[in-house]
């Protein structure tokens, strides 16, 4: 094979923006944008800085040129070890084979991980025709309860919590309802449940002021969920600058004002002490609510994004802007947990201090532990996606690509482990008598082979036909690279260069690995 270029450095960026929008009673926690990528990740990467292997052997596909391996001659190039395992603790005496005795269950590299970021494919080693021209698929759409529509193209979910918080909100305006109209009997419920629906309409019209930003930005939009505190935009991708960061987090609480003022004039339109002016001036009223409390100033709520977005642009550091918005979302969380009962039983909220029961101080402060735990978990869940997005760059395709040998179909699975044995290498790749790359053999299914069965076993009915989707680029790194293999879930994909040369195989397991390594590394 040609040999191939020198590596290159990648970079890339992600994020998932996820908001707990306040329900009505007491106000839940709404967040503009926080951000879930969901996804776990990969294997250890490798050392940018460790020196570049000896030239490829001429039977070698100019693959991983900053491997380490030092994998002696006549040992098992398949070994429990990877080029970007540093410090690799792997004691393979050179001639034994580490697949004789063992399967991916016995801690074998190759099983697939716990949690695997890229979605890899787990099915046994089943060859897909050459002729089928499968394409790629893509990955399945997150889910969140009922669709209730794509507005924009983003899918909008309910989740079966809303349920729970509807009814709540039915039962207690209802009861304030037999106090303000009581000539409505059993109605004041549909009346309350009316009330419910719409103020979850005014949720949805916060989350889809932060969707239709995110989207004129560029910024992909996962899905948007009505839960029991609110709502949830997921955005996928962090902001480029922090000044559209601050727009993106202000035009949720910006509409919720916009609303509460369409309420207020609807209200003046109507005659007091009526069903609709009661239902106006609720919706007014809830609608102040959840601007005034997204606008505090800590993750993940919208006003932390935007104090976010501010020390971002003083200190130049994102990571700076989430790591003090961060902490004020946690001293946030403390201050409700303690202030919330406390204003409750001093009457701040507008009823007497001795009209309050025992049973309302247990609710309070039931209320204000959720309140208080959801505020803090989602502070913490913002920095370890900081944290995510700070490390994403140093996973690169070029530096985490295995060196490969090519064979042919019809080889002996053991001539095929003596010759990447003699190249060094730990991934093998079948091609067509012009060289054209066709298949993967699976690290998992050598595995499984005895080693006496080794010479009788060709290694075409231990490969993966390749798909387009499998093909990927060696300059690929961060984010960019995550969502390729997130498209096409697999265990290998071939690496190739721009000039479409064979750089190598990926294992999805390695880039799981270096994902685990970067995230243990202090920010």
């Known amino acids: 094979m040609d040999e191939s270029g020198r590596p290159q450095p990648g970079s890339g960026t992600t994020d998932d923006h996820q908001a707990a929008r306040p329900g009505p009673t007491p106000p839940p926690p709404a967040g503009a944008n926080g951000t879930a990528r969901a996804n776990s990740v990969p294997h250890t990467p490798r050392d940018p800085e460790e020196p570049p292997h000896k030239e490829h052997p001429e039977d070698a596909t100019p693959a991983d040129e900053g491997d380490t ?109 037999d106090h303000v109209l009581p000539g409505l009997g059993a109605v004041r419920y549909l009346v309350s449940l009316f009330f419910a629906v719409a103020f979850y309409a005014s949720v949805l019209v916060h989350e889809l002021a932060h969707t239709v930003a995110a989207l004129r930005f560029k910024l992909p939009v996962r899905r948007i969920q009505l839960q029991f505190f609110g709502g949830v935009s997921e955005i996928e991708k962090e902001s480029e600058t922090p000044g559209r960061e601050f727009v993106l987090a202000f035009v949720g609480p910006l509409l919720s004002l916009v609303l509460a003022g369409v309420f207020y004039l609807g209200m003046l339109a109507v005659e007091p002490g009526t069903v609709p002016g009661v239902l106006l001036a609720g919706l007014m009223i809830s609608n102040l609510i959840v601007a005034a409390f997204n606008l505090l100033p800590g993750l993940p709520l919208d006003g932390g994004r935007m104090l976010r977005a501010i020390v971002w642009k003083i200190t130049g550091k994102p990571m700076s802007g989430t790591i003090a918005a961060a902490w004020v979302g946690r001293a946030l969380a403390i201050a409700v947990l303690i202030g ?58 070029r530096t985490l690509t295995r060196r490969a040998v090519p064979v042919e179909s019809a080889t002996p699975l053991s001539e095929a482990l003596r010759r990447a044995n003699e190249a060094g290498a730990r991934a093998l790749v079948i091609v067509d008598a012009d060289g054209e790359p066709r298949s993967l053999v699976r690290e998992a299914a050598i595995v499984g082979v005895p080693e006496h069965r080794r010479p009788w076993v060709a290694v075409s009915g231990l490969a993966q036909d390749l798909t387009d989707g499998m093909r990927v680029s060696a300059e690929l790194a961060g984010e960019e690279l995550l969502d390729t293999l997130r498209a096409t879930p697999a265990t290998e994909y071939l690496v190739v260069e721009e000039s479409g040369a064979i750089y190598g195989v990926l294992s999805a397991a390695d880039v799981e690995r270096a994902f685990v390594k970067a995230m243990a590394r202090p920010s």
Do not use: C
């Open 340 to 397: 919330l009962p406390l204003l409750t039983q001093s009457g701040a909220l507008g009823e007497g201090a001795a009209d309050v029961s025992g049973m309302d101080t247990v609710t309070d402060a039931l209320l204000a532990a959720i309140l208080a735990a959801i505020i803090w978990t989602g502070a913490g869940n913002s920095l370890r996606m900081a944290r995510l997005r700070e490390h994403l760059p140093e996973l690169r395709a």
């Open 69 to 177: 391996s030092d994998t002696a001659p006549g040992s098992d190039p398949f070994a429990q070890r990877t080029p970007a395992d540093e410090g690799d603790t792997s004691d393979t005496a050179p001639g034994s084979d580490p697949f004789a005795q063992r399967t991916p269950a016995d801690g074998d590299d190759s099983a697939p991980p716990a949690q695997d970021p890229v979605s890899q494919d787990d099915t046994p080693p089943t060859r897909t025709p050459a002729t089928s021209g499968r394409r790629p698929t893509k990955a399945p759409e997150p889910r969140g309860g009922l669709l209730m529509g794509r507005p924009f193209g983003v899918p909008v979910y309910v989740a079966p919590s809303w349920f729970l918080v509807a009814a709540l909100i039915t039962w207690v305006f209802g009861g304030q309802l």
